[in-house]
Nanobody
Framework: QVQLVESGGGLVQPGGSLRLSCAAS????????MGWYRQAPGKQRELVAD???????NYADSVKGRFTISRDNAKNTVYLQMNSLEFEDAAVYYC???????????????WGQGTQVTVSS
């Protein structure tokens, strides 16, 4: 089993910044990719950004230039630096990890519990 623990959400004014963190632990052989998704009320969950073990990065068009994803492989942790936050960024943010698990080395998708980001003046 693999657990993802997120932190860093909260309330911020438009134009403000937040940093999300997600740490993975458990029966990990290798984490192939980690990323952040978000889901606003009444909307589908959408990809915000992800990063592979080879540091290939993908961003949603709506966050390019404002959000930065990074990872610390030694800590099995992914970060999302969110700058210039807008009302439209308000959502529950979920961490995702594609993990090759021990002992089978099969890859599974794991999700965090979600962290709320509220943008309000």
């Amino acid at each position: 089993q693999v657990q993802l623990v997120e932190s860093g959400g909260g309330l911020v004014q438009p134009g403000g910044s937040l940093r999300l963190s997600c740490a993975a632990s458990g029966s990990i052989f290798r984490i192939n990719a980690m990323g952040w998704y978000r889901q606003a009320p009444g909307k589908q969950r959408e990809l915000v950004a992800d990063i592979t073990s080879g540091d290939s990065i993908n961003y949603a068009d709506s966050v390019k230039g404002r959000f930065t994803i990074s990872r610390d492989n030694a800590k099995n942790t992914v970060y999302l630096q969110m700058n210039s936050l807008e009302f439209e960024d308000a959502a529950v943010y979920y961490c995702n990890a594609k993990v090759m698990t021990l002992p089978t080395l099969f890859e599974f998708d794991y999700w965090g519990q979600g962290t709320q980001v509220t943008v309000s003046s």
